[in-house]
């Protein structure tokens, strides 16, 4: 053990000194991808050094009651292991805060970590002098708790303490609570701002108010309104969970289906952060969703009646009629009946075994008729009915009298008419009725509606038959847009009997313009690009906007092309060598869709193969993207390297980009070359320090 301790103490002076320098030079600092992982055992490590300096600081409390040679041995091991695992926990903290964690509460716990570090380090050199060491040992102490309430705020959020009394506090949601304060904004609290906060923002985003969520991220805005499928929040969301951009990170609870379901719906609406339950059109698909799975999901119904028998159940299920218990803990049954040929009477009055627990019955599409109405009004519990397309009349309503918890009653496609009124009235607890495809006129509609004001007619959408609507733009049936001259270009439409017109030069597609009959031939000679323009029309439709269809020269196809690194925030990692040949050259979704390869701290360097055909290269043409963000070129260079062998590289061209001011959010990166017929070709592309160059294709001419 002796033998040790000096090996120890170096080890550790060599610890302090590294810790010291890259602190120094914190701001020239790239960590590489390799090495992250290590930052990102941080939150592990840092557990023991909490630990330890607490056990030491009770151990020297205690120093009298223990044999005073086996607290030296006990006090002084548990000195260095402190120090030790502090400063590695520090290390690991200062890998990790570089990857983006960039708030006040950052600058306080990185720099009470490494001062308590140090602090913790004096107490290896001041052991022998047991005065100080005991009030440094103290501050020890207190500097882990500072820095433990700056890093759990970090981690959990700064009200996490608090949280469990302030959570207790709901506050009223109503409808005119808007729908984003009431359902949008506590998924986001939930599932992501415990790493997107004023804190820690990683990726530059905060999700904690509406006003930071506008003002987006490193890889752009949060989302589209009205364009839920190029909205960045979802598509991170739809990655595979084993993916490393997918949002929220493995292990980290995620969206359920249910929360996707409303932001998209949210989102296609016009993602407005001011629009209530209250303001929405009744036919409107978000108030519908919020209602149905909303509203009444946050409602938790408490029965006072008991359960029914399992034997009891299963008896009363069959091929036509399903009966299921709501959950295990929840006494309530759900009945639906099925199969209008199959249906007989006894379906119905047999539900009398369980007219307590039946809340939901379903009897849509079947030739129920007002004499079986009487079986449905024993349901006392009854609180969801559905008679879609059944052969009742106003009249069966009355038998509903004593199902005095209906909320929701559905007589769509019914015979129902005005008188229905007077029924409805006596449902006390009526919340929806659902109407459309009925003998209701509009007005019969407004008088429901003011009659039961608290009752929500719904009558479905009415379209205008004098309404005409515009048809959607023809559709590109090829793979991609990256040809050969001469190649063939196929559109279609996805509705039959469309009249498509195109044209190939440029020019407005009108009525005067070519008929897409067949694939035709796109000439490409002497061009790097054709744009086709194209739109459709059809009897009866109001014509489409046009839409174009811009196609791209291939150049020269190499044999393979490899790439060096996948890209360490690439959404497909160990994709990139496909998208750089995959014929898409696409502007949407840059940086976080297949379509793109992001390379921030490793340069894209591609080895491409030309060893069967050895073309005369004169041109590399490099297809980049940026966020609309960026003001300045995120490009630091680009070089071209040349080899016979795929060993002896040969550099033969270099053309840095830094400062460049002149950017487009696509841009086509040229770099001339003299004539080169050589086998292999190396391109590197190096990102400017702490920016992110995003690629999509990669050219030779």
């Not at 022998?128 to 009030?135: A, E, G, M, N, W």
């Not at 515009?470 to 559709?475: E, G, S």
């Not at 979704?589 to 491409?608: E, H, N, Q």
């Not at 609309?628 to 002896?648: A, M």
């Amino acid at each position: 053990m002796k033998k040790g301790i000096p090996i120890f103490l170096n080890l550790l002076f060599f610890l302090h000194v590294l810790l010291a320098f890259l602190v120094l030079f914190e701001g020239y600092l790239k960590i590489p991808f390799w090495l992250q992982p290590l930052g990102r055992m941080h939150p592990l490590v840092l557990h023991f050094p909490v630990a330890f300096i607490v056990l030491l600081a009770v151990l020297n409390l205690f120093e009298k009651q223990l044999d005073p040679v086996s607290f030296q041995k006990i006090n002084f091991t548990l000195v260095l292991g402190t120090s030790f695992m502090t400063v590695l926990a520090t290390l690991m903290g200062l890998m990790l805060s570089l990857e983006g964690y960039d708030s006040e509460t950052m600058t306080f716990h990185k720099w009470l970590g490494i001062a308590l570090c140090f602090i913790v380090y004096a107490l290896v050199w001041c052991y022998s002098y047991q005065k100080v060491f005991q009030v440094v040992l103290y501050i020890g102490v207190v500097g882990v708790v500072l820095a433990g309430h700056y890093g759990a705020s970090l981690t959990h959020g700064s009200d996490f303490i608090m949280q469990p009394i302030t959570a207790a506090k709901k506050a009223v949601v109503d409808e005119d609570t808007p729908i984003y304060t009431a359902y949008v904004a506590p998924i986001l609290k939930k599932k992501c701002t415990s790493c997107h906060n004023p804190q820690k923002h990683k990726g530059d985003l905060d999700l904690t108010t509406i006003e930071a969520i506008v003002r987006g991220g490193e890889n752009g805005d949060v989302w589209l309104a009205h364009n839920a499928d190029k909205s960045l929040f979802l598509n991170r969301v739809a990655l595979p969970l084993e993916d490393e951009e997918h949002m929220p990170p493995e292990g980290k609870p995620q969206l359920t289906k249910e929360e996707i379901e409303l932001m998209q719906t949210w989102i296609n609406h016009g993602a407005d952060a001011q629009i209530s339950y209250a303001q929405l059109q009744e036919v409107d698909t978000l108030k519908i969703l919020v209602a149905e799975k909303w509203i009444k999901a946050l409602e938790e119904p408490k029965y006072t009646f008991g359960f029914a028998s399992a034997e009891t159940i299963g008896k009363l299920s069959n091929p036509y009629r399903t009966v299921v218990q709501k959950s295990p803990t929840s006494p309530a049954i759900e009945v639906a009946i099925f199969g209008r040929a199959a249906f007989q009477d006894q379906y119905l009055s047999e539900l009398e075994k369980i007219k307590e627990q039946v809340v939901y019955l379903n009897l849509a599409n079947l030739p129920i008729e007002n004499k079986h109405m009487n079986s449905i009004g024993k349901l006392s519990n009854l609180e969801h009915l559905i008679l879609n397309f059944t052969n009742i009349d106003s009249g069966a309503i009355s038998s509903l009298q004593s199902c005095n918890q209906l909320k929701t009653l559905s007589l769509s496609g019914t015979a129902i008419n005005s008188s229905v009124l007077g029924s409805l009235k006596g449902l006390n607890g009526l919340k929806e009725v659902f109407v459309w495809n009925t003998e209701l006129s509009t007005e019969d509609i407004q008088t429901l509606r003011k009659e039961l004001p608290h009752v929500l007619i719904n009558e479905g959408y009415i379209p205008n038959p004098e309404e005409v609507l515009p048809l959607t733009p023809p559709a590109l049936v090829n793979d991609g847009n990256i040809i050969s001259s001469g190649d063939m270009i196929s559109l279609g439409h996805k509705m039959s009997g469309v009249t498509i017109k195109y044209t190939v030069n440029g020019s407005e597609p009108d009525s005067t313009s070519t008929i897409f009959e067949q694939s035709f031939p796109l000439d490409l000679k002497g061009k790097r690009k054709q744009t086709v323009k194209a739109f459709a029309y059809k009897e009866g439709w109001l014509p489409s906007e046009p839409i174009s269809y811009e196609f791209y020269d291939r150049g020269f196809v190499p044999e393979a092309v490899q790439v060096e690194h996948p890209g360490v925030l690439s959404s497909y990692t160990g994709e990139a060598a496909k998208i750089l040949t995959d014929n898409i050259r696409n502007s949407e979704k840059i940086g976080y869709s297949k379509f793109w390869a992001t390379y921030k701290t490793s340069p894209l360097i591609a080895i491409v193969d030309f060893s069967k055909d050895n073309p005369k290269i004169r041109e590399v043409v490099l297809s980049c993207g940026i966020h609309n963000k960026q003001k300045k070129s995120p490009l630091e260079f680009v070089e071209v390297w040349t080899s016979t062998n795929k060993e002896d590289w040969q550099r033969i061209k270099r053309e840095n980009f830094e400062g460049e001011t002149d950017m487009e959010q696509l841009k086509e990166i040229s770099i001339q070359l003299p004539t080169s017929s050589e086998k292999y070709f190396k391109i590197i592309a190096q990102p400017v320090k702490k920016e992110t160059i995003r690629v999509n294709q990669l050219f030779f001419f």
